[in-house]
């Protein structure tokens, strides 16, 4: 088998060559069991490798076609691991394209140390906006969508739905705050208000207990007592500490959005529209579970591959990033309009989807949010406002 | 479709009787029925019940039956004309969608979506024939003029992939722009076309050489680019004039079938999806998913005439004299 690897460019495809051009994907991931408040929330040890797997599978489908084949190596990291070791390695076997589901610093690391190697990242994991600000690279792709992204997707719906006043209940741990300062950046652009604050502080315990709910049900309302008139709880949790147990328990009958209630994603088990099913079942089919946000995004990551490869004859990483930025690039993901690459931070502009576990409620951007060169662009930190300098 | 279109005019002329009105079948996807249509009076005359998810629909060669791809029940229905009633289902494969007919009307060709492969049905004896494995998420399904080749393009692997109807092997595939979601070839056999729903463009692709000649692009003043997705395909029997339609552009764009040029674009109902000709070819009607009803468009003058409401989220519409 020809190893197609940096430099490569693959000949004709309709010849046939017996030998197929095989393209070698890594994926590094740094994956530890994951507690949930919700038990059906739990994620898979799986949880975004299956959505690589499922797009080799598709990519092959199509190779078949081309004369090209895709595979996959899975390198499962340990906290202590040396993330960017664990790269440098896969580029040793030929692997120069990586999907990688890592914390924020591990994936600079990586991207950092596989930069002279021409290794090229796909960020499929981490939602951090500042990957795609001041500490964006030029070797990093993000399928992922920011915590901007989320939150302005949910704000539109919250706005359009005249939902403006807002409780805003913040975690205490730093990834709650970075969301909190995303929700109140939405709200401050959409024309939403948050009229109180509160944080619930982590004070440890376990998830869950034989003694069950009634404490909870004791506790919430009162917390939940403010003196503001709100429309909305909007609870910015990203750890599983306290945002599920909302819904239900508010001491004013109302709504919850957020890290519970209404929750913005950029995938859920339950879409099912623009084709979705077909995505859902082939899915469900091949692992016997459902689709996570995160197997969507290393989905896409893979299929990203898939397409230029199958478009420019070549898995090189530079002919590859140029492809993904330029104007020919449109990835179809089931979201019901083309996905493309924001050429100056390289994020893939998506739709987001409001689910309330069962149904996705809303899609945005939501009708009448314009803008003047993607309404896609409406989501997130949009160009003129961006820090970050691809080197 | 021209498919139904030829239908239409081959009876009349087959049988040498008195026309019969003119009728358009509309599937309703969500409410699970037919839509009828006296197009010479332009009226909604009738609603049949059918399966689950109605989507393809053509009418079978001796206009006897019309065919409906019911995805969610895993089949194709066949309904009586004149009885409307449901009188038969076909061996479809799982989740049909689209399906062609042989010129002779004895072999039935079906994409189904969830298994990356071909249904091939023998009409008269209602049983599979054989399967063809073909990209992922298949779903357009065109047929050359003298039945030799059968086009495929699936969603995923986004390629026409060309079949040759004897052997059943793939003989060629035609990377085209993303989702591809339908294939019509010209009469006379010397174009294929074929539209891109998430790319937003139509690929023309050389039949003999298996190459795209001509992208053609669609650009309307005020609407996002995301908001041009190419969809039905419908071209006139002289190859002169083609029409596409452009899904949430609400808008079919009108081709010049030598140039490629786009013409005119004209403004129709919500989510506009499929498209077929009267069998005079004087009037073109098209499905209008989201604001659920048909728009009528004088080809001549290529003016939207009227709006018809039909059933809720409508998506294919065959049409013949009857």
């Given at each position: 088998m020809r190893v197609l690897s940096a430099g490569i460019i693959l000949l004709a495809w309709t010849s046939a060559s017996a030998d197929a051009a095989e393209i070698r994907v890594g994926y590094l991931r740094h994956w530890e069991p994951k507690l949930a408040l919700s038990l059906i929330q739990i994620p898979a040890a799986n949880d975004g490798l299956a959505g690589a797997q499922l797009a080799i599978n598709d990519n092959n489908t199509t190779g078949k076609f081309l004369n090209q084949e895709f595979s996959l190596e899975d390198r499962r990291l340990a906290e202590a691991d040396d993330a960017a070791a664990a790269g440098i390695a896969l580029a040793e076997r030929d692997s120069s394209l990586v999907i990688a589901d890592l914390p924020a610093d591990a994936l600079l690391k990586a991207a950092d140390a596989g930069a002279p190697r021409g290794l090229l990242f796909f960020n499929v994991g981490a939602i951090d906006d500042r990957l795609r600000e001041e500490d964006c690279r030029a070797n990093v792709i993000h399928t992922a969508p920011t915590r901007s992204m989320l939150a302005d997707g949910l704000a539109q719906y919250l706005v359009w739905k005249q939902w403006r006043r807002w409780l805003l209940i913040v975690g205490s741990h730093a990834e709650d705050r970075l969301y909190a300062d995303a929700l109140r950046r939405a709200a401050k652009r959409f024309g939403a208000r948050i009229v109180q604050e509160k944080v619930f502080e982590d004070t440890g315990g376990a998830r869950r207990t034989d003694s069950g709910v009634v404490q909870i049900q004791r506790q919430l309302p009162v917390f939940t007592q403010v003196g503001a008139a709100y429309d909305v709880l909007v609870a910015a949790d990203e750890n599983e500490v306290f945002a599920a147990y909302l819904p239900y328990r508010t001491w004013d009958a109302r709504p919850v959005a957020g890290s519970a209630g209404l929750v913005p994603t950029s995938w859920d088990p339950s879409h099912d529209q623009w084709g979705a099913v077909q995505l859902q079942?082939?899915?469900?089919?091949?692992?016997?579970?459902?689709?996570?946000?995160?197997?969507?995004?290393?989905?896409?990551?893979?299929?990203?591959?898939?397409?230029?490869?199958?478009?420019?004859?070549?898995?090189?990483?530079?002919?590859?990033?140029?492809?993904?930025?330029?104007?020919?690039?449109?990835?179809?993901?089931?979201?019901?309009?083309?996905?493309?690459?924001?050429?100056?931070?390289?994020?893939?502009?998506?739709?987001?989807?409001?689910?309330?576990?069962?149904?996705?409620?809303?899609?945005?951007?939501?009708?009448?949010?314009?803008?003047?060169?993607?309404?896609?662009?409406?989501?997130?930190?949009?160009?003129?406002?961006?820090?970050?300098?691809?080197? | 479709m021209w498919r139904a279109t030829l239908l239409g005019t081959g009876l009349f002329i087959l049988l040498g009787t008195q026309a019969g009105a003119v009728i358009a079948y509309i599937s309703n996807e969500k409410s699970n029925t037919?839509?009828?249509?006296?197009?010479?009076?332009?009226?909604?005359?009738?609603?049949?019940?059918?399966?689950?998810?109605?989507?393809?629909?053509?009418?079978?060669?001796?206009?006897?039956?019309?065919?409906?791809?019911?995805?969610?029940?895993?089949?194709?229905?066949?309904?009586?004309?004149?009885?409307?009633?449901?009188?038969?289902?076909?061996?479809?494969?799982?989740?049909?969608?689209?399906?062609t007919q042989d010129p002779t009307g004895k072999i039935l060709y079906v994409a189904n979506e969830n298994d990356n492969t071909v249904t091939i049905i023998d009409m008269e004896k209602r049983v599979p024939l054989g399967e063809v494995q073909v990209g992922v998420e298949p779903e357009g399904m065109g047929i050359s003029p003298?039945?030799?080749?059968?086009?495929?393009?699936?969603?995923?692997?986004?390629?026409?992939?060309?079949?040759?109807?004897?052997?059943?092997?793939?003989?060629?595939?035609?990377?085209?722009?993303?989702?591809?979601?339908?294939?019509?070839?010209?009469?006379?056999?010397?174009?294929?076309?074929?539209?891109?729903?998430?790319?937003?463009?139509?690929?023309?692709?050389?039949?003999?050489?298996?190459?795209?000649?001509?992208?053609?692009?669609?650009?309307?003043?005020?609407?996002?680019?995301?908001?041009?997705?190419?969809?039905?395909?419908?071209?006139?029997?002289?190859?002169?004039?083609?029409?596409?339609?452009?899904?949430?552009?609400?808008?079919?764009?009108?081709?010049?079938?030598?140039?490629?040029?786009?013409?005119?674009?004209?403004?129709?109902?919500?989510?506009?999806?499929?498209?077929?000709f009267t069998p005079d070819e004087k009037l073109l009607l098209t499905t209008n998913g989201v604001s659920n009803d048909v728009s009528i468009i004088d080809v001549a003058s290529l003016k939207v005439v009227k709006t018809i409401q039909v059933g809720e989220l409508p998506w294919g519409v065959a049409i013949s004299r009857q």
């Open positions: 079942d082939r899915f469900v089919k091949m692992f016997s579970r459902r689709m996570s946000a995160r197997d969507m995004q290393a989905w896409s990551a893979v299929r990203m591959i898939g397409e230029s490869t199958s478009r420019t004859g070549s898995a090189d990483p530079k002919v590859m990033l140029e492809f993904l930025k330029g104007p020919e690039f449109a990835l179809a993901a089931f979201k019901g309009q083309r996905l493309t690459l924001r050429d100056w931070n390289l994020q893939l502009r998506q739709p987001i989807l409001l689910t309330d576990g069962r149904m996705i409620v809303s899609v945005s951007p939501q009708e009448g949010f314009l803008h003047q060169v993607s309404e896609l662009d409406t989501l997130g930190f949009d160009r003129p406002e961006s820090k970050c300098k691809l080197k | 037919i839509s009828v249509i006296d197009v010479d009076k332009l009226a909604l005359v009738k609603t049949i019940k059918v399966g689950q998810r109605p989507r393809g629909i053509e009418l079978t060669k001796d206009g006897k039956f019309i065919l409906v791809a019911v995805g969610d029940d895993d089949t194709i229905q066949m309904i009586d004309t004149n009885t409307h009633e449901i009188v038969a289902t076909l061996p479809s494969g799982p989740d049909p969608e689209l399906f003298d039945g030799k080749i059968l086009v495929n393009t699936s969603e995923t692997t986004n390629m026409a992939h060309f079949i040759d109807t004897e052997t059943r092997q793939i003989v060629a595939n035609v990377l085209v722009d993303s989702r591809p979601r339908f294939a019509e070839f010209k009469r006379d056999g010397s174009e294929l076309w074929v539209s891109s729903e998430v790319g937003g463009t139509v690929s023309v692709i050389d039949p003999v050489k298996h190459q795209v000649t001509k992208k053609i692009t669609f650009d309307i003043a005020g609407l996002r680019k995301e908001a041009i997705q190419a969809v039905g395909i419908s071209i006139t029997r002289d190859g002169k004039t083609g029409f596409v339609a452009l899904g949430p552009a609400n808008r079919v764009a009108v081709i010049n079938g030598a140039t490629h040029e786009v013409q005119k674009y004209l403004l129709v109902g919500q989510r506009v999806w499929h498209m077929a």
